[in-house]
């Protein structure tokens, strides 16, 4: 009776907040790029090709297709984007609200991880959050 009921909760967690139970799982994961210098390098490239659209080149926000969405897709140079790179990977993989899509299942983790490696990398020294 008692498993039946945490199984109950379990389901209904999942099913109201998913993406919040799973970025909360990824965010457990080690992160691969944490002693390769290359990732950022190879990371701007995958980030030119899927994100540059809505995100914009200079990962400024201000890409053309991100004109016409209702929420203004990340502005990563913004001095108050201060997140880690889990966190920033965990939410490539999941995405965000109706616009920002999920990458989880379109491109492979590692690639994932080396995009989100370059977007932290672009944060200033003095406000960026510790790995
Ligand atoms: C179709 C346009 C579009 C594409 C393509 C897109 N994004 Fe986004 N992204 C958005 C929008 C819009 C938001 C803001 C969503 C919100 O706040 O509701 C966003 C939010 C985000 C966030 C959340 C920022 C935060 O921490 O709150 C991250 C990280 C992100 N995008 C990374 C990426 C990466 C990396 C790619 C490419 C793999 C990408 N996005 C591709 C539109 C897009």
Known sequence: MIQNRFLF?????????CSHI????????????MNDPSAAVLGKSSYQASCAGCHGDAAD?????GKGLIARPTNFLAPEYTKSTPRIAARIVYGKGEEMPAFGGQLPEKTIWQIARYLHSLQRPSTAAAE
């Open 22 to 33: 799973g970025m909360g799982l990824f965010l457990l994961k080690d992160d691969p790029t």
């Open 61 to 65: 926000g201000t890409g053309p297709d």
């Open 9 to 17: 909760v379990l389901a209904a967690l999942s099913f109201a907040g």
